[in-house]
């Protein structure tokens, strides 16, 4: 159950915008009221694909007051963090499987000075973190496999955002929990329910491609917003 203190906030995710219209799209993410830009970062290791890179965020950077969530689906992500926290990330996410230094990783973004999520792949368990949960920031529930855009929403991912946020609870940690993968109409009020309160918008909602990114994104905050 969704603990009431906690706001809902919004991610765009950046994968699923209009890479030839990137600035226009952001500008019709802000005035929709989005919260952040949700950014992935891919090595085509992790996950069998590659999006956005460096140079990309160095000019995106200067071009918007919208915050960064760099989503590290990267191998080895501590060789890249000090990298990413200099272009401009506000919020470092990486992924629970690729590293067997968690602790030291936390370590690492918290002491660059930014807030720091971990991700979960739909197989894997929410135990995995338990001892974390203090540390963090944000748990971001991976809803679909990591990796390409569009993909059919895991159902199971819904009793493991109850799981985390009863974990949470149990430890008096009121971080955010947020779900990516087929987030929409038929999905949030699942997971809200379940104890989500971040919701990342693509394909399924903010960019549909059936109408103007702006009035999506505020269609899709409404949707959210909703008890």
Known sequence: MLN???????MASLDCAD?????????????????????????????PNYALGTNLLRKLRPQTKLLFD????????????????????????????TTSRLHQ???????????VGLALNPSTPPAFLSYLLPYLD??????????FVGQKFVPEAIGKVEEVRRMADA????????????IGEKTVPLLKRAGANVFVGGTSSIFTGKGDIEALARDFRTLCEKN
């Open 19 to 47: 890479y030839l219209h990137l600035i226009d799209d952001i500008r019709k993410l802000e005035q929709g009221g989005v919260d952040m830009l949700h950014i992935d970062i891919m090595d085509g290791h992790f996950v």
């Open 4 to 10: 009431a203190s906690l706001p809902v906030k919004i």
């Open 138 to 147: 944000m748990v971001l529930v991976m809803t679909v496999d990591p990796g």
């Open 70 to 97: 760099i989503h590290l689906m990267t191998e080895q992500p501590e060789a890249n963090t000090t990298l990413f926290a200099g272009l401009g990330a506000d919020l470092i996410t990486f992924h629970c499987e």
């Open 105 to 115: 990783m936390v370590s690492l973004v918290k002491s660059l000075g930014k807030k």
């Open 171 to 182: 430890q008096h940690c009121p971080i955010d929990i947020a779900v990516d993968g087929g």
